[in-house]
């Protein structure tokens, strides 16, 4: 059966400092791979998705970028955090056919 | 281009109590139509789903139709427990544009012993 991780689960960071979360998903090949914001009391915002490796497409500018080194591995990265970034930050695959299936999700707190 | 709007919440119902939480829909073709549920401090997981008109989506006591005459999607449930308390995003997938889905706001269900 296939099963997504992700790490860490919730992470406390000042602004100004630079930001890794991971994904990786078991148990399928060329997933495609998504990362979602979740802010306070919000829906869900997409952030990126990959259909395979290297290839990133981006929904919403911003301070954020996504790397996909491997196929079953997708990174969220920043060079630089703002308070804004606070939030859930979700990662989801599917097999490009209807639903998506969702990590446990990264609480990031940006101080 | 395609939208999702549900009711707002939060939603409070007694324990036992019949749920609808509404859901319609704006999208060209046939889209698939999804529930998810989302608990406190977690990932979302999938409730159900139905992929045509008239399919009929289930799970743990939860249905949902695909109306298509009225593009909605509402939930429901007859007898909620507390454990049912969280937070329920209506979404759907074009069948045209691989599986990007487009989520509704989200409605917070909270019930009470």
């Known amino acids: 059966s296939q099963t997504i991780h992700q790490w860490p689960a919730t992470l406390v960071q000042p602004v100004g400092s630079p930001l890794s979360l991971e994904c990786t998903v078991e148990?399928?090949?060329?997933?495609?791979l998504y990362w979602y914001r979740q802010a306070a009391g919000r829906g869900l915002q997409l952030l990126f998705y990959?259909?395979?490796?290297?290839?990133i497409s981006s929904e919403v500018p911003q301070n954020l970028s996504a790397s996909r080194p491997q196929d079953r591995q997708f990174i969220l990265s920043s060079k630089k955090l703002l308070l804004s970034d606070s939030g859930f930050y979700l990662c989801?695959?599917?097999?490009?056919?209807?639903?998506?299936?969702f990590g446990p999700g990264t609480r990031l707190t940006v101080l | 281009g395609n939208s999702v709007t549900q009711m707002e919440g939060p939603v409070t119902l007694s324990e036992e109590a019949f749920l609808t939480i509404n859901c319609t829909y704006t999208a060209t073709g046939y889209p698939s139509l999804f529930w998810y549920v989302q608990y406190p401090g977690e990932g979302l997981q999938l409730l159900l789903k139905a992929t045509k008109a008239d399919d009929k989506g289930s799970n743990k006591g939860f249905e949902a139709t695909y109306r298509k005459e009225t593009t909605s999607f509402h939930l429901e449930k007859g007898s909620v427990q507390v454990s049912d308390s969280a937070v329920y995003f209506c979404a759907l997938s074009p069948n045209n544009a691989g599986n990007m889905l487009t989520f509704g706001g989200g409605t917070r269900l909270m019930v009470k012993p």
């Open positions: 989801a695959w599917s097999t490009g056919m209807d639903e998506q299936f």
């Open positions: 148990g399928t090949s060329n997933p495609n």
């Open positions: 990959s259909v395979g490796i290297g290839q």
